[in-house]
């Protein structure tokens, strides 16, 4: 078994001329916690969604676990077990937070109508979906309805349904994009927590939570590779820095820990 789980060789996407992602090669080992980070306008939304086949390359070949799946569509890499969440929450306000997970769970009866089926068919998810809300200390809010949760809650539900469709790899997009402080700590706990035994490739634009989540990280600029390595090297990049503070790199320190880079 190959040491890495996700490769992009020579990935490029073009829009009418415009290059969004240029040449860019990545390789996430298995079982890591890998952050793809820049500046705004660097390319990783982009980068992000043609590893989720949500956009198709230009140019380039991705692979996944061995297999070339440059051409797939992203049910099909979701059914290999590359599993993505969004950067907007994406829950049905109007069930409640345990039928959100019922409803991911539904996948292990393949292409039924489970909508049409008796309680007494949907209730045999009950105990696995509870058990996944326990995961993401979710259980005193099986009840309510998802769109009255707190945004922090809503972001727990989104990973707990991407729990159900029992991912090998998890792609995360800005999973702590808009909380609060409290919020963002309760995330990073539950990305630590639910990536042993899985690998986790996420989109983060703060500082912090790349620092005490990943094990490595890609830089992108301009929509191609900056730099590659831990939080301490990428840090110290005389490049990084100047991309992410937009200054003469040699008249800037190294990004703080607690800094954040915009949208991108």
Known sequence: MSDTILKAEGLTKEFRGFVAVKDVNLAIRRGSIHGLIGPNGAGKTTCFNLLTKFLIPTRGTIT???????????AEVARLGL??????????????????????????????????????????????????????????????????????????????????????????????????????????????????GRTVLLVEHNLKVVEGLCDEITVLARGEVLAQGNYATVSRNPDVQA???GTDPASVGAPTATGEAAHG
């Open 64 to 74: 996944y676990d061995g297999r070339d799946i440059t051409s797939l569509k992203p």
């Open 83 to 196: 599993v993505r969440s969004f950067q907007i929450s994406a829950v049905f306000p109007h069930l409640t937070v345990l039928e959100n997970v019922k409803l991911a769970l539904q996948r292990q009866r393949g292409g039924s109508f489970d909508f049409w089926r008796s309680d007494s068919v949907l209730r045999e998810y009950d105990t696995r979906a509870r058990e996944l809300l326990a995961d993401v200390a979710l259980t005193e809010y099986e009840r309510v309805q998802a769109g009255q949760l707190p945004y922090g809650r809503k972001r727990a539900l989104e990973i707990a349904t991407t729990l159900a469709l029992d991912p090998v790899m998890m792609l995360l997009d800005e999973p702590t994009a808009g909380m609060t402080h409290e919020d963002v700590d309760r995330i990073v706990a539950l990305v630590k927590r639910v990536s042993a």
């Open 243 to 245: 991309a992410y503070l």
